[in-house]
């Protein structure tokens, strides 16, 4: 008897422990449990990078490591790389490490290199239709521009560099250009009468110099310095940030504020570099170079103020011109249009209606 009330006690004692086990499981462990379950789905939705790349481009910049253009071109490396997870990689050459513009579009023609941001002077020679957008005193304004250029005007262009082996994908900003000399400050249309101006290598540029009254002298961008110093030409044109990072205002003193011309900077890609892609990786590198423009324009408005305050303070003599004399800049200019642009005034007409 006493073995039997042993036994029955000890299992009272096992349903107890076990009672016990199953109360001790309460709702605040099972929602714990709960909430750890997500956590684990979304470590199995992060984006899985590529061991290496399976395409590995070069990207084609003339400009300095801390220019606005070549850091937005890093950006847009960046970009494409993190899009497409690694599978491709930009590499940036910066400085015309790969040659000087013309010689990069040659090169991105046959595919020599993948990517360029160059400017749509020298690429004009290739995309005749490139000129309407850089006449003298096309645009109102810099808003004006980016209306055009943002628009389906600015994406009609784009497509046209298809027929020359290009792909276009964006636009960057180059500010816009104006007049600077040794000789004296320009405050009339006379007062640029005979100077020697250095030009890009541009029929327009230059037909633009010799309407204005001075002398137009094609020459390489990094030989102006050492002109400007010799006297072998008077002046040239550009903008502030390219005014000031080359030091030019430190051997041309005169700065006129006409912004005769707007000139936009496409960004390429080669279509033989096109070609080796899927139609979604092209529309990833395009998404991405948009992207990277809206960065290069706020690199760009800082840089252009922070340029234009080193000059003035360098005591650079800045002059204006009265609205009177730009109009008679204009005027002299018109020509130009019906030279360059005769086949293309019915798109000058729509760029000039952009509101």
Same mark, same amino acid.
């Given at each position: 008897m006493k073995k039997v %009330? @042993? %036994?029955m006690l000890v299992l009272m004692f096992v349903f107890s422990l076990v009672a016990c086990g199953q109360a001790s499981k309460t709702p605040e462990a099972t929602e714990v449990v709960a909430t750890e379950a997500p956590a684990e789905e979304a470590v199995a939705d992060e984006p899985v990078m590529a061991a290496e790349?399976? #395409? *590995? #481009?070069r !990207? @084609?910049?003339n400009q300095a490591e801390d220019y606005p253009t070549t850091q =937005? =071109? !890093?950006k847009f490396a960046d970009l494409v790389y993190e899009k497409t997870n690694g599978r491709i990689k930009i590499e940036v050459y910066s400085g015309a490490q790969l040659g000087d513009e013309k010689s990069v579009i040659e090169q991105l023609q046959f595919g020599g290199i993948d990517f360029a941001r160059v400017s749509a002077s020298p690429l004009a020679e290739f995309s005749e239709s490139l000129n309407v957008l850089q006449m003298p005193y096309l645009y109102r304004d810099e808003a004006h521009m980016w209306a055009v250029l943002d628009g389906q005007i600015g994406q009609d262009f784009l497509d046209s560099l298809d027929d020359a082996g290009f792909v276009g994908l964006s636009w960057y900003s180059s500010g816009s250009r104006s007049f600077y000399n040794s000789v004296r400050p320009?405050?009339? %249309?006379e007062d640029l009468a005979g100077l020697k101006i250095r030009v890009q290598e541009? =029929? %327009?540029m230059m037909g633009m110099v010799t309407a204005l009254g001075a002398n137009p002298t094609p020459m390489a961008y990094g030989e102006v310095y050492g002109a400007l110093q010799t006297?072998? *030409?008077d002046g040239a044109e550009n903008n502030w940030p390219s005014y000031e990072s080359t030091s030019h205002y430190e051997v041309a003193q005169y700065y006129v504020l006409d912004q005769h011309t707007r000139v936009p900077e496409p960004q390429l890609m080669?279509?033989?570099t096109a070609n080796k892609l899927s139609a979604e990786d092209i529309a990833i590198i395009k998404e991405c170079a948009k992207e990277s423009a809206l960065y290069q324009r706020e690199l760009w408005t800082a840089r252009e103020a922070a340029s234009e305050k080193i000059v003035r303070d360098a005591g650079v003599t800045v002059t204006e011109l009265s609205p009177e004399e730009l109009a008679k800049f204009q005027e002299a200019c018109l020509p130009l249009y019906k030279q360059f642009c005769s086949d293309y005034m019915g798109i000058i007409a729509d760029i000039r209606a952009t509101e």
């Open positions: %009330l @042993a %036994l790349p399976e #395409f *590995i #481009f !990207y @084609a910049e =937005a =071109a !890093y320009i405050n009339k %249309l541009s =029929a %327009l006297g072998t *030409i080669s279509k033989v």
